[in-house]
């Protein structure tokens, strides 16, 4: 369910223009062998749910949602900072997370201060759990280590296309960002990259320009909308919020090739160091 296209019976904070005000939650995600830890920091601004909160009639309510497992949990509180801790193993893959402010108590005649005014004097009976405020969502993705999330294999995947030869193509409409070689060149990758000496030559050669591909995608006004919910957005996404180096050059188009490079380890000299060695091999043979 997306609250945000819904229209509840009484002015919701966050939804439009129901209420003036803010409620903006922001969550900090540590992932580890045992256990998974999401701290919230919820920044609210509204004096009538302010008040409220401080009378124990509201809470802040985190919703956790996990498809794979089918794990789904509600964590409530009344302080602004809050911890939410789960056993790592009740998450895999896609996991979504939920943010309201939910009534403790049947509420009666409530209207929140900078209501709207095309709810004119009407007052509301607000019954205990339902919706006063939306914070949104967001997800990330569950993997056991961060290894798993550095992989390239987490986000992107090299197959065989239809056709016979010529170039590879790109495709982000797939849960991980898809490259296609033709038939003949997907035979010679299959056959030349089994040795790992030469893995970051086809870094340099084939995912490099994917990813940078798939970010520049990313930085468009409508990627979210587009893309969001593909894993391989949502591994970018999560390696972006968890890496300050890439943090600070994310908003700026001009950073991508730098981006992509701190993504995949420094992928061109890599491979500079393989064929160095590969040159040395060659001469002594």
């Known amino acids: ?22 409620y903006e939650p922001i969550p900090s995600i540590k992932l580890g062998k045992e256990k998974t830890v999401i701290s919230i920091e919820h920044v609210l ?29 509600v964590f409530m509180s009344r302080e602004p900072n809050q911890s939410v801790e789960i056993k790592s193993d009740f998450l895999r893959d896609k996991v979504t ?20 005014q095309d709810y004119g ?42 056709n016979q030869e010529g170039p590879f193509r790109i495709d982000l409409n797939e849960d991980r960002i898809t490259v296609q070689l033709s038939k003949k060149d ?16 086809f870094h340099a050669s084939v995912v490099v320009p994917a990813l940078i591909y798939a970010l520049q995608q990313m ?16 591994v970018l996404e999560f390696r972006k919020n968890n890496d300050e180096k890439i943090e600070k050059l994310w908003n700026d188009p001009t950073n991508i090739p730098e981006i992509a490079q701190l993504l995949l380890d420094q992928p061109f000299s ?13 001469l002594r043979d």
């Not at 509204?46 to 802040?60: R, Y």
């Not at 393989?274 to 091999?281: G, M």
């Open 1 to 22: 369910m997306k609250i945000d296209r819904l229209s509840l019976p009484h002015p919701v904070l966050g939804l439009g223009d129901d209420v003036e005000g803010k």
């Open 45 to 73: 601004d509204n004096p009538t749910l302010q008040e409220m909160l401080v009378k124990g009639d509201v809470a802040f309510c985190t919703e956790l949602n996990c498809p794979q497992t089918l794990y789904r949990n």
């Open 97 to 116: 997370i939920k943010f309201y402010i939910v009534a403790q108590e049947d509420i009666s005649e409530y209207k929140p201060k900078g209501t709207n």
């Open 121 to 162: 004097e009407y007052t509301f009976q607000v019954l205990k759990g339902d919706v006063l405020a939306y914070g949104s969502m967001t997800s990330f993705i569950a993997a056991k280590s961060w290894e798993k999330l550095a992989a390239i294999s987490s986000f992107l995947v090299i197959t065989e296309g239809d």
């Open 186 to 201: 997907y035979v010679v990758y299959k056959s030349a990259s089994k040795p790992a000496l030469f893995g970051p030559i």
């Open 219 to 234: 930085m468009t006004d409508d990627a979210k909308e587009q893309h969001e919910g593909k894993r391989w957005f949502d």
């Open 270 to 282: 890599r491979t500079l160091t393989r064929l160095e060695h590969i040159i040395d091999q060659s």
